[in-house]
């Protein structure tokens, strides 16, 4: 074999098929926490998610969000090119003392998923009348 053969590039096949391993992609979805005297409102953006597929736990002071995009690709017909693989999100978040863990509330519209974490009557905010 001569340098000029070394040098030579090998010959690309060409295939409309370009199969790769499969894998999921985590991702750490973007929240805004926003606070009102009586309760936490966390919303979490998760696009692309059933609502079926959210996972929302309570487990001592850490909130859990689990959710699962799917696979797109369904039937038998012959995928040419993967781009949208399937997606995990996953977020925690530690709950202060502050937050009643019997009066936690999630709603999902629109890709967004809304918890909104009800604070104890202890840290509301009253008004203390004067006698």
Same mark, same amino acid.
């Given at each position: 074999?001569?340098? =000029? ?6 010959? !690309? ?8 391993? *499969? *894998? ?8 805004? #926490? ?9 919303? /979490? ?11 929302? !736990? /309570?487990?001592?002071?850490? +909130?859990?969000?689990?959710? *699962?995009?799917? @696979?797109?690709?369904?039937? @038998?017909?012959? +995928?040419?090119?993967? &781009? #949208? #693989? ?11 003392? &502050?937050?009643?863990?019997? !009066?936690?509330?999630? &709603? *999902?519209?629109?890709?967004? +998923?809304?918890?909104?974490?009800? =604070? ?12």
């Amino acid at each position: 074999m001569t340098r =000029k053969d070394l040098m030579k590039r090998p010959e !690309k096949k060409e295939s409309v098929v370009q199969p790769r391993s *499969y *894998y999921e992609r985590r991702i750490v979805p973007p929240v805004d #926490i926003i606070e009102s005297d009586n309760h936490y409102t966390v919303q /979490v953006d998760m696009p692309g998610v059933n609502k079926e597929s959210i996972d929302l !736990k /309570v487990d001592s002071d850490t +909130l859990r969000v689990r959710a *699962y995009t799917g @696979d797109y690709h369904k039937g @038998d017909a012959k +995928l040419h090119r993967r &781009e #949208i #693989i399937p997606s995990v999100y996953e977020r925690e978040f530690q709950l202060g003392k &502050e937050i009643d863990r019997s !009066k936690i509330n999630g &709603e *999902y519209d629109n890709g967004v +998923l809304t918890i909104t974490l009800q =604070k104890n009557e202890s840290v509301k905010p009253r008004e203390i009348h004067i006698k």
